[in-house]
């Protein structure tokens, strides 16, 4: 069914037309007036079918009219339609100076072949020309015949009225040169459109391509909760936690907690956080439920407008469930295999302390050797208890108000022996009371493996300093040493677990690179931190951050 004329619009109907039915519309409002004048010149001015310059006219207008249809204007160069309206001039001429003086008006029947020959794009020079001469050649013989009889009035009009004429085709000219530079730059901006639209739906293609290459779920959603952008791996996460079409983040959904078996509560799922403006890494979630259950390692950043506002989130799925269950699994063998060790360790430890207990009648070298069994079994001991504490991942603290300035006094206590049989001075420098949110038994712990650390690493003498500082919402301990120290590099990878710098596996200096993995994850379970600076040959400092009070976060 074709659009109808009005749905098209004027302009792209006539572009649509034939050439000749292009040329008879612009025809076709001078044929009409002419035919009402044919039709009415019986009635209103029979003298006139007598003239033959009036009848010539009509004729003239007629046989112009059926050459619009008759020739095949589109075969031939040049647009020689624009004869039409030139012939315009003639047959109004014949029809005005032979109806004169009963319709002197019909004159003004010029201005359809002005309006055709200003608006069609042909010469501007020959437009203006036509519509001047053609003009007042039809004005001439009216004024030829009252010559010697001319009267201002007269000749006035003769020359105003194709100047008229000539002012209307400027006009038109001018109207007709502003739509097509209009009509040009619509044109051009259409061009611009559509090039940018084709450069779009390739960066969306090219998009689309890369979000579905990843390994990784990805999903970008508004303030309101409506996805922007996901691909397939988001969307099989969540169908795994059995999500409906509400909005995401909201409704039932299998997203469980890294104890795999509480269900986390809605504010607390990934796409909710991302939504409420958080920036999170690392989120561990478990999503669906059975032996299909997968956990999710979950990250988000916002989406910032340029005034600020937040206009939404990128939250990413990462599918870490290889990796935990290995995790698990490794944990689980470091945890059997302690132990089982420490069942026949503390059995040796027990009978070579009871034999140690009365070494009277045993040669001194039997003595002097169940002494290193008796040393080596505590170390080979405190070893197994390390790793026990590394692979656990329940790590529990029960943290209260604490005074950690007895703390540094009995660790200082502890460790004085060992300070003095490697030329250590160790000396404490902190306020007492210096109250704290942790637990004394754990906190106590990590300042044990510190200010051991601090000690063995000195292995030329020197000097240990604990110091303290407490601000409104923190408090600051500090072990630094003069010792040995290390690189840059090593400071930022002293706290892996089993990790040792090349200089104290050179100075065979004894451990496993357990002790600051161990008090690292004490001081992230008080909600705190810990950091190192250090640098070779001038000692190192390490400090704890905990909070001075408050409940200690849930894990």
């Known amino acids: 069914m074709a659009e109808p004329l009005f749905r098209r619009g004027p302009l792209r109907f006539f572009r649509e037309l034939g050439t000749r039915s292009q040329v008879a519309l612009c025809q076709l409002p001078l044929t009409l007036v002419v035919a009402a004048l044919a039709v009415a010149t019986p009635l209103a001015w029979p003298t006139l079918l007598h003239n033959p310059f009036y009848m010539s006219g009509l004729i003239l207008h007629a046989v112009l009219f059926a050459a619009c249809f008759l020739v095949p204007w589109e075969r031939l160069p040049h647009r020689p339609y624009l ?6 001039f003639l047959a109004i001429g014949l029809l005005r100076n032979g109806a004169a003086p009963l319709l002197p008006g019909l004159a003004v029947l010029v201005v359809f072949p002005v309006i055709w020959l200003s608006a069609s794009g042909m010469l501007v020079r020959s437009s203006w020309l036509l519509s001047f001469a ?3 050649l039809i004005m001439l013989p009216g004024a030829v015949g009252r010559f010697p009889n001319l009267t201002a009035s007269d000749v006035t009009t003769v020359f105003l009225f194709p100047l008229m004429m000539l002012a209307v085709s400027l006009a038109i000219r001018f109207a007709s040169m502003n739509l097509r530079l209009q009509q040009r730059e619509l044109a051009e901006k259409d061009r611009e459109l559509r090039q940018l639209l084709h450069e779009s739906r390739e960066r969306e293609k090219l998009l689309e391509t890369v979000l579905e290459a990843t390994d990784v779920g990805i999903a970008a959603v508004d303030r309101s909760g409506r996805f922007l952008v996901s691909n397939d791996r988001q969307r099989n996460f969540r169908r795994a936690t059995g999500a409906d079409d509400a909005t995401p983040g909201q409704g039932h959904q299998l997203i469980f907690g890294p104890d795999r078996r509480t269900l986390l509560p809605p504010e607390r799922r990934p796409v909710s956080r991302a939504m409420a403006g958080e920036s999170f890494a690392d989120y561990l979630v478990w999503a669906g439920d059975g032996p299909e259950q997968r956990a ?3 990250a988000a950043r916002p989406l910032v407008a ?14 870490v469930t290889g990796w935990v269950e290995a995790l698990a699994a490794h944990q689980e063998l470091i945890s059997n295999v302690s132990h089982e060790f420490k069942t026949p360790l503390n059995s040796i430890i027990g009978n070579v302390d009871l034999v140690l207990d009365d070494v009277t009648g045993l040669p001194p070298q039997v003595e002097r050797r169940l002494t290193v069994v008796q040393r080596n079994a505590e170390r080979m001991l405190a070893l197994v208890s390390d790793l026990t504490a590394s692979a656990s991942t329940a790590l529990n603290v029960h943290p209260k108000r604490t005074d950690l300035a007895s703390l540094v006094e009995t660790s200082v206590g502890s460790a004085q022996a ?7 001075k160790l000396t404490a420098d902190v306020p007492s009371p210096l109250w704290a949110y942790a637990d004394p038994i754990r906190i106590g712990q990590a300042l044990d493996n510190l200010v051991s650390n601090a000690i063995k690493y000195s292995p030329d003498g020197g000097r240990v300093l604990i110091s303290a500082s407490a601000g409104s919402d923190w408090v600051q301990l500090s072990v630094s040493d003069t010792g040995m120290g290390m ?3 090593d400071a930022g990878q002293v706290f892996r677990r089993f990790f040792r710098t090349d200089a104290a596996r050179e100075a065979a200096i004894p451990g496993a690179g357990l002790g600051l993995s161990i008090t690292k994850m004490i001081v992230e379970r008080h909600g705190g931190s810990i950091t190192c600076v250090s640098g070779q040959g001038q000692g190192s400092t390490f400090t704890l951050t905990l909070p001075a009070d408050g409940p200690p976060p849930s894990f």
């Open 83 to 88: 004869l039409i309206p030139v012939l315009d």
């Open 134 to 136: 053609g003009t007042l």
């Open 296 to 298: 999710m390692s979950t």
């Open 306 to 319: 340029e005034d600020g506002t937040l206009t939404g989130a990128v939250v990413v799925y990462s599918d």
């Open 418 to 424: 060992q300070a003095e049989q490697a030329h250590i």
């Open 487 to 489: 690189s840059n590099d």
